[in-house]
């Protein structure tokens, strides 16, 4: 378990002689004991509900996604043996035998490790998996599950190299991004053709989960030539992009666009954006009067513009980590064309297996200057860009070095909160009477149990193990203000403690009482 700390100021309250030094001792069902310091209330937590309304789908043959109703802490899914806790209503089970049928079990867990009744679903991935989604795709689908999907002569890749692994996904690997902002601009463009069945003249699919709580992901269509800058979190002139977070899903046009009156129902989806560790697949459908984005088939976003141009450039933005799987477009069906973008930080050579080369340059008022090149040398120009075109048979640059990466969902560090009944919180300073609620909020997998410190001295000992592996959770404490000791700073500090008896993962508040 890595070691997370937020490190508070110093000096501190004491608590005062006699009662709250002394812990009482609670029934133990491991190796931690209860204990919770005189004067501290632990706010007592529901029993775990069984989860409801179970709903499944299947993205591939052999994979299951399965979501359901509830609001615990986090769920222990069951199935062929198996055992996973997640820290949402939702679960993937990849690696799956398409013709057999799949008993999942699914408990809700509280924070301190209680199981609920379980919720059972059975289904086959045969059944419910349709490839029609392909059918308006042009080309060949980029499945991310390898260094060759990021080949350099489809896509460029602008990341820092030790932020990009594979992580296992049923029997394969999928792109792990694990960066604060990676993109990935495709070499191959989206011509817009002709209206589909369903009215669009162009589209672009992405299948991606999410990472955590903020992980964010951005589909852009680009008009030429801003596909050969850097991304930035400006807007680009003329683009229209996908903008999916872990609250929602919408489309973000350029302002000068020109709008339309087209109106397009949404569907009923209970949940529109981003999930931890599950894989969801949005289309960002182009029509003559509007762009929609659909999650899996569903319509819930949409914008009434018309996009001006012809031919776009489709790129891939991840802020804050995600799990890369598939990526396809479609309209009339364009040929790759090797890129490379070179800053122009100094005088560069251009490439003997070039066919072409320009220089691209931003301008001031959210314009793009582009300059073709001639000559073999070309010098160096502040915040400008060489962009060459190569031989189909180029390859720009070597592959990019993936490591192997473990498997499972990533959880954050713990947090720890303080206020006083009255609703004050620091940095203000608290009320020296009434009640003063600490909470704390622990995202790890696993753990035996958490340990609250304050000044040195230790007020609570809590499993969170009752009945099996401890899952991501929230407790509530409360603090008798009366028996503490106005002095300068308090520092509280949680330790959560893993179940190899490990180093603990660590954070720390402080807090003044006036």
């Known amino acids: 378990m890595d070691r997370r700390t937020l490190a508070g100021g110093v000096g501190g309250l004491v608590l005062v002689v006699g009662a709250v030094v002394a812990l009482r001792a609670g029934d133990a069902p491991d190796t931690l004991k209860r204990e919770i310091a005189d004067g501290v209330e632990v706010v007592a937590l529901q029993e ?22 509830g609001s615990a802490s986090a769920y222990e899914v069951r199935w062929n043996g198996n ?20 008993e999942v079990e699914v408990r809700a867990v509280s924070a301190t490790g209680r199981r609920s009744e379980p919720l059972k679903i059975a ?13 308006q795709l042009v080309g060949q689908v980029d499945r991310f599950d390898g260094p060759e999907a990021l080949d350099p002569r489809k896509w460029r890749v602008e990341a820092e190299p030790e932020c990009l692994g594979l992580r296992p996904f049923g029997p394969g690997r999928r792109v792990d991004v694990d ?35 903020s992980s964010h992901v951005r589909l852009t269509m680009l008009p030429d030539p801003w596909q050969y800058l850097k991304e930035t979190d400006a807007q680009p002139k003329g683009a229209v992009s996908l903008d999916i977070t872990t609250q929602g899903t919408r489309i973000i046009a350029d302002p000068d666009l020109p709008r339309t009156a087209k109106q397009v129902p949404l569907g009923d989806s209970q949940i529109t954006g981003l999930v931890a560790g599950v894989r969801h697949r949005w289309e960002m459908r182009v029509l003559p009067d509007a762009v929609v984005a659909l999650r899996d088939g569903v319509v819930v976003a949409y914008e009434p513009v018309a996009i001006s141009t012809p031919l776009v450039h489709p790129r891939i933005r991840i802020d804050g980590g995600g799990f890369l799987d598939a990526f396809g477009v479609g309209g009339v ?8 973008v070179i800053p122009l930080v ?36 502040r915040d400008a860009q060489l962009v060459v075109i190569r031989k189909p048979e180029s390859r720009p640059q070597a592959l990019p070095r993936l490591a192997d990466r ?3 969902i990533k959880t ?70 009366g028996n503490l000791a106005p002095r300068s700073l308090a520092r509280l500090k949680l330790s959560v403690l893993p179940a190899d008896h490990g180093e603990p993962v660590t954070t720390e508040t402080v807090f003044e009482l006036g």
């Open 333 to 340: 069906p364009e040929r790759v064309v090797p890129t490379e």
């Open 83 to 102: 055992q996973q806790l997640v820290p949402g209503p939702e679960v993937e089970l990849p690696g799956l035998n398409p013709d057999d049928e799949v």
């Open 406 to 408: 473990p498997g499972g």
């Open 123 to 135: 289904a086959r991935p045969a059944d419910l998996y349709d490839d029609r989604w392909d059918d």
């Open 48 to 69: 775990p509900t069984r989860p409801a309304n179970a709903r499944v789908q299947a993205l591939d043959a052999d994979a299951l996604q399965v979501a359901w109703n």
């Open 412 to 481: 954050g560090g713990p947090r720890l909160h303080v206020m006083h009944e009255d609703g004050t919180k620091p940095p203000q300073k608290l009320p020296a009477t009434g009640r003063v609620l600490v909470t704390a909020e622990v995202n790890g997998i696993g753990h035996r149990g958490i340990e609250l410190e304050l000044d040195g001295k230790r007020i609570v000992a809590l499993p969170t193990n009752e009945q099996g592996d401890a899952v991501p959770g929230r407790h509530e404490f409360w603090l008798d203000a």
């Open 179 to 213: 960066c604060p902002m990676a993109s990935f601009q495709s070499n191959t463009p989206i011509r817009f053709g002709v209206p589909a069945g369903d009215g669009a003249v162009g589209r672009a699919i992405i299948s991606v989960a999410g990472a955590v709580e």
């Open 346 to 381: 100094q005088d560069v050579e251009v490439p003997h297996d070039a066919v072409a080369a320009k220089v691209v340059t931003p301008r001031p008022g959210n314009q793009v200057e582009v300059t073709d090149v001639a000559a073999r040398k070309v010098a160096a120009v």
